[in-house]
């Protein structure tokens, strides 16, 4: 090759290589402060997400609780394991907590909140909306950033499914899962829990949980057939029958239609 290809080559790439913005807050340093007596971040879109999810609290208080404990828990794993903390966006993090329940918003004007949507899905097109809308995001949110908290809230209850997405994701569904009953987590002080418990109680997260999950398979039915929530339709709401409406019976169908057209068993 000719030097003067080479030259032009290296004066090619060195335009349109131009350096990548910085987007992601992994190892940055963020302000904080201090909830519960847990260190967490403490940014101008941190801070309005809690007054967002603040809104829950005249009709259902368990969700702002579990929203802010599933933040908090994370946190305090993080604040539990230097190496693990630095490896975490912080401020992606509590977005993808705090904001992950979106979609139980039981205020008749709620924001959102779809018929169409299962309420995973309202969640994370929500949080993308709510990101999106805040002026203090602006240059600082890619796409990359939003997919982790897109993803996990979106995949927040299909367990297995999230398993090889972003560490980013995984951490947000999983400061989330320190929320099912059973023993504690290794990863979080006991202090820790004590303190995040006493602020923000969870003695009525199942009651309440029950409560909106047959709420959902009430007023939005063709949102929760063939999910999980379609269960507490089933055992809790008169009229609601999801027979029809399963990918299994549409597998039926189909199934039907073929042994019609060709009778047999073979494959
Ligand atoms: C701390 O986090 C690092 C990085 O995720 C992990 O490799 C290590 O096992 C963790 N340490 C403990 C004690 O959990
Ligand atoms: C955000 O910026 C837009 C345009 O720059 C402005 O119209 C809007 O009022 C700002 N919103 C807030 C909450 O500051
Ligand atoms: C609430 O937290 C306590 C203390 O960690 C735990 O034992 C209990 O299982 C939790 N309750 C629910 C409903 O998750
Ligand atoms: C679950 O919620 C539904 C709807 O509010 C209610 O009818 C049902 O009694 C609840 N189950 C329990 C065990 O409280
Ligand atoms: C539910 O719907 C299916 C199909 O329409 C029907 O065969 C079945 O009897 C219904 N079940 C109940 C409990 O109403």
Known sequence: MKFSVVASALALSGTAVARPKAYSHIGKKLPTTTIANIEVVDTQLVRDAITEVKKFIPLQPYLYNHVMRSWLFGAAAFNNNATLKA???LEAHALGTLLHDLGWDM????????KEQRFEVDGG?????????????KNQWDETREQWVYDAIALQ???????YKSMQTQWMIK???FEFPGPRSPLIKDADYDSILAEFPN?????GTNYTFTWMASTKPDATYNTYIQDFGTAYVPGFNATGHRLFDVIQGGLQAEIAANPGTHL
């Open 125 to 137: 097109a929500g949080a993308l909306q709510f990101i999106r809308s805040h002026n203090c995001s």
């Open 157 to 163: 209850a299909i367990s297995g499914i999230p398993d």
């Open 175 to 177: 400061s989330v899962g």
């Open 87 to 89: 490896q975490i966006d």
């Open 203 to 207: 003695d009525t997260l199942f009651r």
């Open 107 to 114: 205020r008749p004007d709620s924001p959102w909140v779809t």
